[in-house]
């Protein structure tokens, strides 16, 4: 061969290993950073072979199935990661370990159901979260842990999400946007938002919330400007096509001088359907429990389950709780339980849980109490020699004690 051609075919290789670029994609050296465009080339992965210094890679609309560890280790450099428009299914745990100067992730409309705990592990720069349009139903407690304080925008807009881990997210102090609309959320824990003073746009559009916790970002949400700073700018909030439960837990909501956003009331039954910035504060109502049905007395032998009922009505609903003969509110233990019903079950009573046992079924507009005497008829001891039965220890027990007298007494 032609030496000059030779070193002509070295020299042109050498310059193409220089400028590595995926085939299919175009690769930019503008300003001394390296950006790595392959949008919808109909990839089925990540391509091996991007430089792994680029600062900017674009891999929207193909056919990526899923992320592997290996596709974007040692991109120390990577700033900008696109995915949106893929079929992801499955992130590799630790896919995105090196990618600690990365800002920006866009991974919406693809096809995720589930974020594990170190799926996104190490991304300690992120500040944009982008998974809207997927079908996420579950995040783990422990995904956003290491991306929580650097965050500012989060969207997960349009998933199947029941619950959040509410913890991380309260701890997100640099959110600006929080997109949670199209969810199926019922349940924000109280607290979640009182961090988040720099949040200027939370939309909760359309879950299944049927209320809000108080929260003092929420006077932010007024149409008047008194409540906001620089610092703390005025928050546009989006509860619209939501179940509202309007009973005075929301009245504090409605106190707001808010422009209308479409919000109506779910329930109570009287207020159904109901306009919610139609209806009068007066108009939001809580019930005071009402005991409904309870145990009266009862009679069980020593070591065998007592269970005690009471069940009350209320709005909200109330919850009950069980305090002891000696004023010991009781709770789950290994010889309690109380039960979301109002059921107290004392799984192996002693011959020490006689007496008056109190149900006091609470809620926000008040509380009820019912009285359950509880007799324990005592078994013979038959190692203690005498082998004599002792008393039942209780009040009323004299006639279930005849009854039980064909009980074997040594
Ligand atoms: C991009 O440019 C920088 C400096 O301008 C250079 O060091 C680097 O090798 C270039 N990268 C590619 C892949 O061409
Ligand atoms: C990343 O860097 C390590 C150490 O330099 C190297 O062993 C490994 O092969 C690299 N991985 C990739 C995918 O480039
Ligand atoms: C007590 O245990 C029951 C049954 O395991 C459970 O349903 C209930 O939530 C527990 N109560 C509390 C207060 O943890
Ligand atoms: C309350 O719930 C417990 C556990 O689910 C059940 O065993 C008990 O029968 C229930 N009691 C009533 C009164 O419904
Ligand atoms: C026997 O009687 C004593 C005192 O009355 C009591 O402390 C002990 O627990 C009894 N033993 C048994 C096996 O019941």
């Given at each position: 061969m032609d030496p000059v051609l030779c070193q002509m075919l070295v020299l042109g290789m050498a310059v193409m290993m220089a400028r590595a670029c995926p085939k299919y994609c175009a690769c930019q050296n503008l300003s001394e950073s390296l950006g790595t465009l392959c949008p919808?080339?109909?990839?089925?992965?990540?391509?091996?072979?991007?430089?792994?210094?680029?600062v900017e890679l674009r891999l929207g609309g193909?056919?990526?199935?899923r992320i592997t560890q290996?596709?974007?280790?040692?991109?120390?450099?990577?700033?900008d990661l696109t995915l949106s428009r893929?079929?992801?299914s499955y992130i590799q745990p630790f896919?995105?370990?090196?990618?600690?100067?990365?800002r920006s992730l866009h991974m919406d409309n693809?096809?995720?159901?589930e974020l594990g705990p170190?799926?996104?592990?190490?991304?300690?720069?992120?500040q944009h979260l982008i998974l809207n349009n997927?079908?996420?139903?579950r995040i783990s407690e422990k995904a956003f842990e290491d991306l929580a304080a650097s965050l500012e925008d989060l969207d997960l807009s349009y998933n199947n999400l029941q619950a959040l881990p509410w913890h991380s997210v309260r701890q997100?102090?640099?959110?600006?946007q929080l997109s949670l609309d199209h969810?199926?959320?019922?349940y924000i824990p109280e607290?979640?938002?009182?961090?988040?003073?720099?949040?200027a746009r939370l939309d909760l559009t359309s879950?299944?919330?049927q209320k809000l916790p108080p929260d003092p970002?929420?006077?932010?949400?007024?149409?008047?400007?008194?409540?906001?700073?620089s610092f703390a700018p005025q928050l546009s909030l989006g509860i619209g096509g939501n179940p509202l439960?309007?009973?005075?837990?929301l009245l504090w909501f409605r106190r707001l001088e808010r422009d209308d956003d479409l919000e109506t009331c779910a329930s109570p039954p009287g207020l159904k359907g109901r306009y919610f910035w139609n209806v009068?504060?007066?108009?939001f109502l809580c019930e005071q429990p009402l005991i409904t049905q309870h145990t009266h007395r009862m009679l069980v032998l020593e070591g065998q389950t007592a269970s005690l009922r009471c069940e009350a009505i209320g709005d909200p609903t109330p919850t009950i709780h069980w305090v002891t003969p000696d004023d010991r509110l009781l709770g789950n233990s290994s010889r309690t339980v109380v039960y979301h019903n109002g059921t107290l079950e004392i799984l192996i009573t002693t011959s020490k849980d006689y007496g008056t046992f109190t149900c006091i079924a609470a809620n926000l507009a008040g509380e009820s109490t019912a009285s359950v005497e509880l007799s324990i008829i005592q078994l013979p001891?038959?190692?203690?020699?005498?082998?004599q039965a002792s008393q039942?220890?209780?009040?009323?027990y004299n006639l279930f004690f005849l009854s039980f007298s064909f009980f074997p007494l040594v």
């Open positions: 919808a080339k109909g990839l089925l992965f990540v391509p091996p072979d991007i430089d792994r210094s680029t193909n056919y990526i199935l290996q596709d974007f280790a040692n991109m120390t450099d990577l700033v893929n079929t992801i896919s995105f370990g090196d990618l600690e100067t990365l693809n096809r995720l159901v170190d799926d996104l592990r190490g991304l300690v720069s992120l997927n079908q996420l139903g997100m102090i640099n959110l600006h969810n199926l959320l019922d607290g979640t938002f009182v961090d988040l003073e720099r949040l879950n299944r919330l970002i929420f006077a932010r949400a007024q149409d008047s400007e008194v409540m906001t700073t439960h309007c009973n005075c837990e009068r504060e007066d108009e001891h038959i190692s203690n020699g005498t082998g039942p220890k209780s009040r009323p």
